[in-house]
């Protein structure tokens, strides 16, 4: 197989790359395995942060955000607060093949999924549900932080394709109709084909605000490393949101330069993601960065 890489945020990032890297073996092209990678993990019960088994706002209804990327032609779309649909992913494909617009929300995303034939399914799992219940008796603020939300983000890199997705449930608990920085070009993911991509996860708001993703491709596009990029990215993020205790927002960021080279940054201890260079998928784990 020609030269390839492959990286996906978190643990659950394994199975989303595994996949992915599966098919693209079996001569399938890029987007397809991003999406198929990233399908897995939206379908994965276990995984209360992504797809089914997410969970739900604080009204008890899953509303997913998910947004993909094509840096050939520079193509992207997007869904937001979609209630009802397991493959957010896949519809935020459809979003962009079909439609001119880059970002559908609520009703409008629903609709335009039962057009193009997904089918209307049950997204609140029966752990999630037990949950949501649990915490409504109490409406307590989520006590761990790390544990109130996550995102797949997957990018594929070969030498001549950068393919770029993600799909999160968004923060547990959230006010209905909150949307993260996931479907949200330039803050939950970008790529440009002449420079490369980027994917986030972690405090959605706080990434939207510094537009995370299209300051690393910026920083590759003026002559940074991927690591530098992600790194420098990150240290901005700090240095803008961190609150009056100068405690971070939590936040990752993985990067791919259109030339293959890699990079991952935190603001946290102990961010794991995914890599496969083709030959082999190993799990990484990256520290946080301190000095801003
Ligand atoms: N970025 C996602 C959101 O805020 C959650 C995460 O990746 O942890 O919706």
New binding site residues.
């Given amino acids: 197989m020609s030269r390839v890489l492959l990286t996906a945020?978190w643990h659950f990032g394994r199975l989303a790359v595994e996949r992915a890297f599966n098919l693209l073996e079996q001569g399938a092209p890029a987007l397809d395995a991003l999406e198929a990678g990233i399908n897995a993990v939206e379908l994965d019960e276990s995984v209360q942060?992504v797809g089914y088994g997410g969970l739900p706002n604080r009204a008890g209804f899953v509303e997913l955000?998910a947004a993909i990327m094509d840096a050939r032609g520079h193509r992207s779309g997007a869904v937001a607060a979609l209630r009802g649909f397991r493959r957010p992913i896949s519809v935020a494909r459809r979003v962009m093949e079909v439609l001119p617009h880059a970002l559908l929300v609520g009703d409008g995303a629903a609709d335009f999924a039962r057009e193009q034939g997904f089918e209307q399914e049950e997204t609140l799992s029966p752990s999630a549900s037990e949950q949501w219940l649990q915490w409504r008796e109490t409406q307590a603020p989520p006590a761990d932080v790390e544990d109130?939300?996550?995102?797949v983000?997957m990018i594929i890199w070969t030498p001549d394709t950068i393919v770029v997705g993600c799909s999160?449930s968004?923060?547990k608990w959230k006010y209905p109709g909150r949307v993260?920085?996931?479907p949200i070009v330039g803050a939950?993911l970008y790529a440009d084909e002449a420079v490369g991509a980027a994917v986030?996860?972690?405090?959605?708001?706080e990434?939207s605000r510094v537009a995370l993703c299209a300051r690393v491709v910026f920083l590759m596009e003026q002559g940074s490393s991927a690591q530098d990029a992600c790194d420098e990215a990150i240290r901005y993020l700090m240095r803008k949101r961190s609150d009056e205790k100068g405690t971070p927002p939590?936040a990752a960021v993985l990067a791919v330069r259109a030339d293959g080279d890699f990079g991952v940054a935190a603001s946290y201890a102990k961010f794991p993601y995914a890599l496969h260079d083709g030959h082999s998928l190993t799990m990484g784990e990256r520290d946080a960065i301190v000095s801003t």
Avoid: C, E, M, V
């Fill in positions: 945020t942060s955000d109130n939300h996550d995102t983000g999160t968004g923060l993260g920085d996931s939950g986030a996860t972690g405090d959605g708001d990434i939590h």
